[in-house]
């Protein structure tokens, strides 16, 4: 569920070039809406094949180099045109500037084909079942290729939706990589152009961090989760490192669609950020359904030979204060992938005059305002709540506050639900207990937790556990975190968390009647 | 009783606060006698702890076919659980045709095997009877394999099968004896060749060809799960689905239960049925709407007809126990007291109580609670969601837009909704023409939530959370300021943006 957009240069050329060409023939006048900002110029608009755009015809020589928008967003990805489509609505001229495909990473190499991956991997699961809920499946054989030439038509179907959504909406596309230049007004340029905008979004987005061969010899070796959306057979020999949600949903999609997969971790556990019941449950998880788990370990060199990958590990424990550091080699390894994090989108963007912080991520208030006026960012170049759904949330309600007038409209961080679609798949929203307890004190946080089998499983020979927990806290008993792991939690979060951002408490849930039979059930039924 | 529908383990954690502080009843035997052991009666009867005497009888008649089973009433037994477990069976037949599109390379043909199915639903219903015994045992209940009548308002008399009387005195009795499927008498061959959802969890052998009489979540519940596992399935409906639910989302149910493959024969009656000498039924019927008769053999007949409360053994009639004349359930008030003091009823027998698991157990419980003078809480049957597990599943909680109508008026109400493509049948090339989400508002004001209604795929797990914020009162903008998660189903009922009254097309392009 990450997101983030391509604005920027990855050495890739756009595929298709037929809608990056603007026309600037002169056709019909296009009637001029009202404009929002006070530097408005007297504009003639031209209306190409995929929308409008305005040329500034003022007698400013600076300026008029310039193509003039309402709204200019740097980033085609899932904030960035949530904000362009929400401006246009709103009557914005607005353009968006994207360098590689639409959608940006939750449609191209995130959400949407991890998802489908993962939908992949769960049949896989199911046909361990079969059998025992009386069906005889004999031999199955499994296609990487069948499923990587639907997933990928069914991601360009969704790179052709965007475009037709940013067509109709009139919103003019601009493709290439941006630049900000010096000029005294916000103006970014592309492949030689410039355009400038009262106000500019940056939604840049965020790629995978990646190790240089400095650090580590060999890193190059390794693919990253792009790469892994390129992969065109099933690798027979996984090694994934890293402990993130990303690390675990790679890990659980190979392994369970056949691939021998090894999993490196710097400590004892993954998911470290979740609540402790997350992370000892999911990494319990990832052991059961056959994962190789190194626990204390870190890769420290990886070469090629004839038959693959030689990835060397080193381990030790550090509670072990006496024992002598591990080395260890993983041979024939086909894929290493690299999860250790992802990093904002930022170089070649030349944000000078923009605040970042040490990492690079874009420093923004609560309204999405970065350090110079009239740019505002969204979405992961932010580095908070890496989420799609947030960027198109952050995005819209900045629409909102431009060009409606609605100076409060701003994106409440607080109680976003998510879910890692590890096996079986994990929900959690609010506060985890350590966070309850360190903000409110043991003394005011009460915990309920249940774990029990699904009832899925009560007749097959494969089994998984169900564990839930809530946080409350106060007299009241406020629920203030959720957090599950099992069959169908990434249905059962979304409907709790709206009741959770009311401010439901822990009488509500018992107030709440049960749906029979079902998993989520337990939530309401828990003492 | 959700915990008890679970796994083994479960059983472990009950045996908490149990306080030996009993202080015996003085002139009775019991303080609480308990008749019926299904969802209700088990529930009531295991928290009528806080020192008191509690026992609890359950006796099954055998079906007219002989079918009998054990402790736990319908839901353990003959409803939700074996029901659900088989509807998962169902749901593999077609993630076996979507796993093909998703690169599995299965051969063909593959075929379902009733018995192996049966001996796991089985297996595991048997288990949690077991787990319900050792769950009385805990909590000190005694189990009588009673069959129980009122003898007056303290005294109940338990036959057991051999035909030996034993009376027991208690100051309440709770009756919780649920209710069983109605056959059409009326219909010749009707009992002698029918079955019900009775029998239908405990058949040795696969069904074959059925034809399912009647339209009731029951039916379509049954009938969807023997299309899923490839039986030729048809269902006969008199006049419309689904009644009480939703319209417009029955319509989807049954949309989606024709596309899957389930055949439908509208406005249409059984008028005989007939065993031929090669054994099978054949099945006469009217078409009300031509008044043709039209005729087809299939191997079983299930009678999905509705079901009665069960309450002919019981001797309500000499106590002068209120029964409603046209449904013959007791007649409740809030509190589930009968018009005879000291005796209560709850669950599927009582007059327009809903018949669901969780209710009754939900009201099972405050009863005990009340009875045992802990509290005065009173069941709130507000608010209740529901699953039906159809092929494509419909969640709902609150009003139906007909009657948000009725209530509201037309001009009163907004209904949000959205056509959505469940990701997972993106691949798969499923059609997702009848996944759907309604959410019915107020129109003004802070647009409060009436219903909300969802089909598609987990639509019991989606429902519980969003049943939740209804409870406590959840508007639409509750809705659109919770971020979604994605990709799920679920999201969607939080991005809904369109409303009926716009006119505009509902389907949900894009993320």
Known sequence: ?527 | MAALCRGRHRWKKTNCLYVPTRNLTGKYDYDLVVIGGGSGGLACSKEAQFGQKVAVLDYVDPTVKGTKWGLGGTCVNVGCIPKKLIHQAALFGTALKDAKKYGWQISEPVCHDWATMMEGVQNHVRSLNWGHRVQLQDKKVKYLNFKGSLVDEHTVKGLTKAGKETILTAKNIVIVTGGRPKYPTNIPGAVEHGITSDDMFWLKKSPGKTLVVGASYVALECAGFLTGIGLDTTVMVRSIALRGFDQQMAGLVTDYMETYGTKFAWKCVPKRVDKLSSGALQVTWTDTQTGGEHQDTYDSVLWAVGRAPETKALGLDKLGVKLNQETGKIVLATDESTSVPNIYALGDIGEGRPELTPTAIKAGKLLARRLAGQSAELMNYDNVPTTVFTPLEYGCVGLSEEEAEKRHGKDNIEVYHAFYKPLEFTVAERDASQCYIKVVCKRFGDQTILGLHFTGPNAGEVMQGFAMGFQCGATYSHLSQTVGIHPTCAEEVVKVNITKHSGLDATVTGC
């Not at chain 1, 993962?118 to 699961?125: F, I, L, P, R, T």
């Not at chain 1, 499983?457 to 957090?483: D, F, N, P, W, Y």
Request: glycine content about 10%; overall charge positive; hydrophobic content about 35%.
């Open chain 1, 1 to 527: 569920t990450q997101h983030n957009t391509r604005g920027l240069p990855q050495g890739r050329q756009p595929e298709n070039r037929k809608h990056a060409v603007i026309g600037f023939l002169l056709t019909l006048p296009f009637p001029v809406r009202p404009t929002h900002t006070p530097t408005s110029f007297l504009v003639m608009a031209v209306f190409t094949q995929h929308g409008s755009i305005r040329r500034n015809m003022a007698s400013d020589r600076a300026a008029s180099q310039a193509t003039r928008f309402d709204f200019l967003v740097i980033g085609g990805g899932s904030g960035g045109l949530a904000g362009a489509r929400r401006a246009s609505e709103l009557g914005a001229a607005t353009a968006v500037i994207e360098s590689h495909k639409l959608g940006g990473t939750c449609v191209n190499v995130g959400c949407v084909p991890k998802k489908v991956m993962w939908n992949a991997a769960v049949h896989a699961e199911y046909l361990h079942d079969h059998s025992d809920y009386g069906f005889d499946t004999g031999n199955v054989r499994f296609s990487w290729e069948t499923l990587k030439a639907k997933r990928d038509a069914y991601v360009s179907h969704l790179n052709r939706i965007y475009r037709n959504n940013l067509d109709k909406a009139k919103i003019q596309t601009i493709q290439g990589h941006a630049r900000f230049t010096n000029d005294p007004e916000p103006t970014v340029e592309v492949d030689g152009r410039k355009y400038t905008a009262p106000h500019i979004l940056i939604a840049t987005g965020g790629l995978p961090s990646v190790l240089s061969d400095a650090e580590i010899p060999g890193a190059n070796l390794g693919i990253t989760s792009d790469g892994f959306f390129e992969l065109e057979t099933l690798p027979k020999r996984t090694v994934i490192v890293g402990a993130g949600y990303i690390a675990v949903e790679m890990a659980g999609i190979l392994s369970t669609l056949g691939s021998k997969t090894s999993l490196i971790i710097r400590q004892t556990g993954v998911l470290r950020n979740f609540d402790s019941l997350i992370s000892a449950n999911c990494t319990k998880e990832l052991q059961n359904t056959g994962i190789d788990l190194w626990k204390n370990s870190q890769v420290k060199s990886v070469c090629k030979s004839e038959k693959g990958l030689e990835v060397t590990i080193v381990t030790k424990d550090p509670e072990k204060k006496n024992d002598e550091e591990k080395t260890s080699t993983i041979q024939e390894v086909d894929c290493l992938l690299w999860a250790i994090g992802r990093q904002p989108n930022i170089s070649g963007l030349n944000i000078g005059g923009v605040d970042t912080d040490e990492r690079g991520h874009i420093i923004v208030d609560e309204f999405q305002n970065t350090s110079r006026p009239g740019i505002y960012a969204v979405g992961d170049v932010c580095g908070k709540a890496l989420l799609t759904p947030v960027a198109i949330a952050a995005g819209r309600k900045l629409a909102h506050r431009l060009f409606e007038g609605k100076k409060d409209s701003k994106l409440d961080y607080s109680c976003i639900p998510t879910v890692v679609f590890s096996h079986p798949p994990i929900g959690t929203v609010g506060l985890t207990e350590e966070e309850a307890i360190k903000s409110r004190g043991k003394e005011n946080v009460k915990i309920y937790k249940t774990s029990f089998t699904p009832m899925y499983h009560a007749i097959t020979s494969r089994k998984s556990q169900c564990i839930m927990k809530l946080v409350c806290v106060g007299k009241e008993e406020k629920v203030v975190g959720l957090h599950m792991q099992g069959l169908g939690c990434d249905e059962m979060l979304q409907g709790f968390s709206v009741a959770i951002k009311m401010g439901a408490t822990k009488a509500d849930f018992d107030k709440t009647i049960a749906i029979h039979p079902t998993s989520s059930e337990e939530f309401v039924t828990m003492r």
